[in-house]
């Protein structure tokens, strides 16, 4: 299986969308947007903000690993 490090992160708060490389060595637990300056969190029962905001989820959730 190719696991897919690109994905698109939009901010529940302003709608910015924005590309970005997931780490592939750590989750990625806060993120701020570049537009509103919010930092974001995961949702409750997410592992990292890109399973909570982004298209694609982190690489450890796309292989059926625990991820952190």
Same mark, same amino acid.
């Given at each position: 299986?190719?696991?897919? $490090? &690109?994905?698109?992160?939009?901010? *529940? $708060? %302003?709608?910015? +969308? =924005?590309?970005?490389?997931? /780490?592939?060595?750590?989750?990625?637990?806060?993120?701020?947007?570049?537009? %509103? @300056?919010?930092? $974001? @969190? /995961?949702? &409750?029962?997410?592992? %990292?903000?890109?399973? +909570?905001?982004?298209?694609? /989820?982190? *690489? /450890?959730? &796309? &292989?059926? =690993? @625990?991820?952190?």
């Amino acid at each position: 299986m190719k696991i897919v $490090l &690109q994905s698109i992160i939009t901010c *529940p $708060l %302003c709608s910015h +969308s =924005k590309e970005e490389t997931m /780490p592939t060595d750590a989750c990625q637990f806060f993120y701020e947007c570049e537009n %509103c @300056k919010q930092t $974001l @969190k /995961p949702n &409750q029962g997410d592992c %990292c903000v890109y399973c +909570s905001y982004g298209t694609v /989820p982190c *690489p /450890p959730i &796309q &292989q059926d =690993k @625990k991820c952190c």
